[in-house]
């Protein structure tokens, strides 16, 4: 044990993985900071890129992306009120009265340091909890897999239940896409329409990028918004230090918000916008002056950002140990563990223990790299909202398209992502769950496997998922996820109409 | 929770009801979609998943399907106040021959091309922007995909037919 955590060190302190984890913590900080990007933009513009790198060094880019997001959505939230991502949203309800009462600083530092911890406790949380969990996973059979990627698949879907239809259409969607080509095991075409070109299937790099690197860069061509940042005043070029102890006295918080974020972040579906919202609310709950927040009081900086900065690691722990993820980006890095032949579940925690390793000292790094970056060089980072966001779309399309075709030095690929590009622009639009289409997409071949090997092993009986007691469970638990939320929504109408 | 609300658009349930519909004509098609021929019983073969997945699809657009015939006039066409997004039409064709461009003239020309176009496209008329911008990114583009990463690209069809 020890002397593989040792190996992981010296893995993820080679040159090489520092540089693609400062890299991608920069380029995170940079997405995450211009509204409308955000880190899973960053991820997949990246994802071309991976195939040159070895398996550690690419996942602690993309880490390196997805944690640094994180880090930049509250710059803005706090200067501008514009929250850079999603998330970072309760973290302007208290950041920006402190920069309108001229104490940016403070909200920065409680922003930053919150998410520094945030960050880290959640890594401590994983490297404990994982094993764990994979202990249990041990004794999953393709069942029990299957039972619990349809758990994970429900989750995901109820908790964008106010867009039911769309998020099932597109679940659907995903999963017809990822079964079209050869059939593994049984070598049939499928879905082939006589191109000799879609037998290979549908890579995930073009779809990905497709989907997000150019849907999402043709929505942010029509937003011609120029954020007002005369306002936006910072009393010295780094963070002002003297304020991060200021902020520690909120360590209680900081703690707390750590954990509920790693455990939000572990459940699949709620993502960082609900670990941000409990982090908060939980600290208001717990504070002595619950009315100071919404007026500027720092601790709720501290508490959203720790919250949704504990989610990439909370993440982390299904994806692992189960093989399934919680989230698109975490989706997006299970497809890139199987692209480099790396299948996570929790036989992974034994057979690649270095891997392992490196990560979580990878993870560790990744919020050093971040919190330094910010902190030393926050007002040039602050300035990164001027570039306006069309001009940044044309260059991320490009990027997009000339990377795709570069994977596999294949037209068809960069045709295959206009196509999902112009798909995910009208999802995007329309304001459908594109979540599940991704999971979907890479779910989809992993949960047809397990589907067919329990069928299998019970002679084509569907029952044999409730005739093993963790696959009833979880079955139930799934029926659970879509029952209960309906109930309690037919009980409040009954309420209301009353 | 901080999400603004929603308005409901016809548009929705019309790009609902096309996806259902696709999923229906290519479920009722998969036989013939779908090599059937190996030996595997149904639950093992490449039929299932497939089935499982249009199923889904169909079934989650059926009330879009049914919205859509019955007439429901209060419910409009647009899509909140979105309009007709010309400029982002003319961005994604630029992308398309972008992307047919590169075969016949290379890379940094195509690059360049698009670039310049669409910077025009999209208001930026300055020097710097219109014209030092593209040629940055073009000159980092071949720095990163053909020297660094040496990623092949066809030799360009019309430098061929000129050199001809």
Not at chain 1, 138 to 161: D, H, I
Not at chain 1, 352 to 368: D, R
Not at chain 2, 148 to 153: E, M
Request: glycine fraction near 10%.
């Amino acid at each position: 044990m020890i002397e593989h955590f040792i190996s992981g060190i010296e893995a993820a302190v080679t040159v090489t993985n520092l540089v693609a984890l400062s890299f991608g913590a920069l380029l995170g900080i940079i997405v995450g900071i211009i509204p409308g990007i955000g880190p899973m933009v960053g991820m997949v513009v990246l994802l071309p890129f991976t195939f040159a790198l070895p398996p550690a060094v690419a996942l602690s880019l993309l880490l390196g992306v997805f944690c640094g997001g994180y880090y930049g959505g509250a710059v803005p939230a706090i200067l501008l009120r514009t929250p850079g991502v999603p998330s970072s949203i309760f973290t302007s309800f208290d950041g920006f009265p402190l920069t309108q009462r001229g104490e940016a600083q403070l909200a920065l530092s409680a922003a930053l340091l919150g998410s520094f911890a945030g960050g880290v406790i959640s890594v401590v949380i994983l490297t404990f909890l994982a094993p764990a969990l994979a202990h249990i996973a041990a004794n999953f059979g393709p069942p029990e897999y299957f039972s619990a990627g349809l758990f994970a698949v429900t989750l995901v879907v109820m908790a964008y239940r106010k867009e039911l239809g769309p998020g099932l259409l597109l679940l659907g969607l995903g999963f017809w896409l990822s079964t079209v080509g050869i059939d593994g095991p049984t070598l049939a075409t499928r879905y082939c329409f006589g191109s000799m070109a879609l037998r290979n299937g549908l890579h995930i790099v073009p779809v990905c990028l497709g989907l997000y690197g150019i849907g999402q860069t043709l929505i942010l061509v029509e937003q011609q918004k120029i954020l007002q940042t005369e306002h936006m005043s910072l009393t010295r070029r780094t963070l002002d230090f003297s304020k991060l102890l200021e902020a520690l006295r909120y360590w209680r918080t900081l703690i707390r918000s750590g954990v509920i974020g790693t455990f939000v972040g572990l459940i699949p579906g709620p993502g960082s916008i609900l670990a941000s919202f409990m982090s908060y609310e939980a600290a208001k709950r717990f504070s002595k002056k619950p009315e100071e927040f919404g007026q500027g009081n720092p601790e709720g900086c501290l508490a959203s950002e720790a919250g949704n900065n504990a989610v990439p690691a909370g993440a982390m722990i299904p994806l692992l140990t189960l093989g399934i993820p919680g989230d698109a980006l975490s989706a997006v890095l299970l497809g890139v563990f199987i692209i480099n032949g790396v299948y996570p579940g929790p036989l992974l925690l034994v057979k690649e223990p270095v891997l392992i390793n490196t990560l979580y000292v990878s993870m560790f790094l990744i919020n050093v790299v971040a919190f330094l970056m910010l902190a030393i060089w926050l007002r040039p980072f602050a300035m990164v909202v001027r570039i306006p966001s069309n001009l940044l779309a044309v260059n991320i399309m490009i990027i997009s398209m000339v990377g795709i075709y570069a994977v596999n030095t294949r037209f068809f690929d960069a045709a295959v992502a206009l196509v999902m590009g112009v798909l995910g622009y009208i999802f995007l639009k329309l304001r459908w769950p594109m979540v599940t289409l991704v999971m979907g997409i890479i779910l989809g071949p992993i949960l047809e496997n397990r589907l067919r090997e329990s069928l299998s092993l019970g002679d084509g009986n569907p029952l044999i998922f409730l005739s093993r007691p963790i696959s009833l469970g979880l079955v139930l638990a799934s029926l659970a996820v879509v029952v209960i939320p309906l109930l309690m929504e037919r009980a409040k109408k009954k309420v209301n109409l009353h | 929770m901080a999400e603004d609300k929603k308005e409901r658009s016809r548009i929705e349930d019309l790009v609902r009801a096309i996806l259902g519909i696709c999923a229906a004509g290519i479920l009722i098609s998969s036989p013939w979609n779908v090599d059937t021929s190996g030996p595997e019983p149904f639950y093992k073969g490449p039929l299932i998943f497939p089935i499982i997945a249009l199923g889904i699809m169909v079934l989650a657009s059926l009330p879009s399907i049914w919205r859509l015939l019955r007439s429901t006039a209060e419910v409009p066409w647009a899509l909140g106040k979105y309009s007709i997004p010309y400029k982002t039409g003319l961005i994604l064709l630029l992308l398309i021959a972008f992307l047919v461009a590169i075969p016949w003239l290379g890379l940094e020309l195509s690059s360049l091309i698009f670039l310049g176009v669409s910077l025009k496209v999209l208001g930026y008329r300055s020097p710097i922007k219109g014209i030092l911008l593209p040629l940055l990114m073009t000159a980092l583009l071949w720095l990163v995909f053909k020297q660094l990463l040496g990623v092949f690209f066809p030799i360009p069809r019309l430098w061929e037919l000129l050199m001809d």
